[in-house]
């Protein structure tokens, strides 16, 4: 089969915890603060799903996420890419079985996506303090909600496996 059933799930809860990310950055605009909570959309599909399925998940969740969020078009597309790419190569050393080395993963991408955001659309304002107390308390939220957020989200998808009757193994590789 050209497309794992499985990538159709995990593109679905991508987009859902997109929507969810957005509707509590709505509720926290008064603050000032946002939270960037895309770590968790990469880690299953790079873990789970063979490469041409993993691909199509990744693009398609890195076209859902520029066309919904307020940034350069490409930027996420090429950034989750290139991010799932590097955790789809190195998935022979993280067991997916567990929550805990998918957390520390969902951790490294959120961070990498902060970076991302914030060389793309900070260089004007690198030399301005208030755009890196900005940065970090973005940064911080994000984090602190990504401790809560992350099991949940992972713990979800693997119940989404089940409840359809999917196998919910990662995919073997095939020079194991």
């Known amino acids: 089969m ?45 873990l789970y799903l063979g490469h041409k399925s993993y691909f199509t998940c990744t693009l398609l969740t890195g076209l859902w996420v520029d066309s919904a969020l307020p940034s350069g078009f490409g930027l996420f597309t090429l950034g989750f890419l290139f991010a799932g790419a590097f955790i789809f190569q190195m998935r022979i050393r993280f067991r997916a079985e567990h929550n805990y080395h998918p957390i520390f993963l969902a ?13 793309a659309m900070g260089i004007t304002y690198i030399n301005n303090l208030g755009f890196w ?16 957020v992350a099991p949940w989200f992972f713990n ?6 089940v409840l359809c009757r999917l196998d919910s193994e990662p995919e073997d590789l095939p020079f194991r």
Request: proline share 4%; with cysteine; net charge neutral.
């Open 2 to 46: 050209f497309l794992d059933p499985r990538s159709i799930l995990l593109f679905g809860a991508n987009a859902l915890l997109l929507y969810l990310t957005m509707l509590i950055n709505s509720a926290l605009v008064g603050w000032s603060i946002y939270l960037l909570i895309l770590g968790p959309m990469l880690v299953l599909p790079a």
């Open 107 to 119: 951790h490294g991408v959120n961070i990498f996506c902060i970076l991302l955001v914030t060389l």
């Open 133 to 148: 107390m900005q940065v970090f308390v973005t940064s911080l939220a994000s984090h602190l909600a990504l401790l809560i």
């Open 156 to 161: 979800f998808e693997r119940m989404l496996f």
